[in-house]
């Protein structure tokens, strides 16, 4: 957690995951060999029409508030909008404001069968506060059989192919209903994410990509989460700043940035889901 930000959850037990200890994460994730992620038969450019109409919302909706970006979102993709979620903090509050639109946009997170057991009672605690739905979306083969199959644990050897088999595709069958999903990039979370965009286009999955809290930073995250007592995950009081998958997901370091402890060890920084240059900012339209 930035400093600063009170601790919401005192005396929390620290829970003895497999590579709690930085230095010894490091190491086992500094033997992996990445493989280059595959990528899924989708349109790479929009329309011409599109991307007018890219341009100039990314333009208008950058000085706007959460709460109008994604009323607009709203209004302009109905069905045909979708969010999928990890429950980090930028997550939650954009949970939080849907909640409040009154909207049934579907919403779901992309269960590896990795996820910390803190983050999947979040979600129980987000759905009953705010009477949402946020389904967990599952792959085809458990963690057991998926182990069984490559005789072992994949992300030992290669992070890439795992996130790709256990989340990436599942978000590419997902895609193809949708024209638009909103995510909770950040600028300020890392450098790959510097340039994001409001609206854009995600050249990956070929859907519009809405970021209503593109310029926001950690600490009003964290400010609205507090005044308005929005759930989070507590494995941020125990010096997590960034969680996904409890096998490559460490504690960070004083100084390091808010996405250090996701796959340490490895120049890696994102699953695949949000990938530098994969989404298209106006200047690049």
């Known amino acids: 957690m930035k400093k600063n930000v009170p601790l919401l959850s005192l005396n929390v037990p620290v829970v003895p995951y497999e590579f709690q200890n930085a230095k010894n994460f490091d190491t086992h994730m500094s033997t992996t060999i990445p493989t280059p992620l595959p990528q899924a ?27 109008e970006i994604l009323r607009w979102a709203v209004d ?39 996820q910390f057991p803190e983050t999947l009672e979040l979600l129980e605690q987000i759905n009953s506060k705010y009477g949402l739905d ?19 644990a994949v992300y030992r050897t290669d992070t890439n192919r795992c996130c790709y088999e256990r989340k990436i595709q599942l978000l590419e069958q997902i895609a193809p209903h ?62 997590y700043t960034s969680i996904g998958c409890a096998p490559c997901t460490r504690q960070t370091l004083p100084g390091e940035d808010e996405r250090a402890g996701r796959w340490s060890g490895q120049a890696k920084t994102e699953c695949g889901l949000h990938l530098v240059n994969q989404s298209l900012s106006s200047s690049e339209l």
């Open 41 to 67: 038969n989708i349109p790479k450019h929009p329309s011409e029409e599109q991307a007018e109409f890219i341009r100039h919302w990314n333009t208008k909706l950058a000085a706007s508030e959460p709460e």
């Open 178 to 239: 949708y024209d638009a999903w909103i995510s909770g990039l950040r600028r300020d979370q890392s450098p790959t994410r510097a340039n994001t965009p409001v609206v854009g286009w995600d050249a990956k999955f070929g859907l519009v990509k809405i970021a209503p809290l593109a310029f926001w930073t950690g600490k009003q995250v964290w400010s609205k989460i507090i005044a308005e007592s929005i759930p989070y995950n507590k494995l941020l009081d125990q010096g």
């Open 134 to 152: 946020v389904c967990r979306k599952t792959p085809e083969l458990s963690v057991e059989e998926y182990e069984s199959q490559n005789g072992g």
């Open 76 to 114: 302009v993709y109905a069905s045909k909008l979708t969010m999928a979620t990890a429950l980090g903090n930028s997550g939650c509050v954009i949970l939080s404001i849907l909640a409040k639109l009154k909207t049934k946009i579907p919403i779901f997170n992309l269960d590896t069968g990795y």
